[in-house]
């Protein structure tokens, strides 16, 4: 069996800024690199069910979120990403009750004025 390499950019941003490091994936010619050959090679993951990767959508490609059996080709950048520190659905529910609150107050201001 003939054997094939190329060459990816794996950019780990889990912890600070972006740090870059090519990798060489070496592969049988037959046989179709995927994400999950990469993550193992650079040393990131020993396998689909590793603790590291548990939590959906820390790796991707090119900043898109990729599966673990995803295929990869060459000059890819595998992109590793950190934890999110607050979840973004929440953060825009949040901002939509209080500009609905605010919505209510002033025309509660408005009808009491009218009142007066």
């Given at each position: 069996m003939t054997k094939q390499v190329m060459t990816i950019t794996l950019c780990d941003a889990r912890q600070g800024d972006p740090v870059l490091s090519p990798i060489?994936?070496?592969f049988l010619v037959d046989e179709l690199p995927t994400v999950g050959l990469a993550l193992i090679k650079a040393g990131v993951a020993t396998g689909p069910n590793d603790?590291?990767?548990?939590?959906?959508?820390?790796f991707g490609v090119f900043g898109k979120r990729k599966?673990?059996?995803?295929?990869i080709y060459s000059g890819d950048r595998l992109e590793l990403y950190?934890?999110?520190l607050i979840d973004p659905k929440a953060v825009?529910?949040?901002k939509a009750n209080q500009k609905q609150d605010a919505k209510f107050q002033a025309a509660a201001a408005k009808r009491k004025a009218r009142r007066l």
């Amino acid at each position: 069996m003939t054997k094939q390499v190329m060459t990816i950019t794996l950019c780990d941003a889990r912890q600070g800024d972006p740090v870059l490091s090519p990798i060489q994936l070496s592969f049988l010619v037959d046989e179709l690199p995927t994400v999950g050959l990469a993550l193992i090679k650079a040393g990131v993951a020993t396998g689909p069910n590793d603790p590291l990767l548990a939590r959906k959508g820390c790796f991707g490609v090119f900043g898109k979120r990729k599966d673990w059996d995803s295929p990869i080709y060459s000059g890819d950048r595998l992109e590793l990403y950190s934890p999110l520190l607050i979840d973004p659905k929440a953060v825009r529910r949040k901002k939509a009750n209080q500009k609905q609150d605010a919505k209510f107050q002033a025309a509660a201001a408005k009808r009491k004025a009218r009142r007066l």
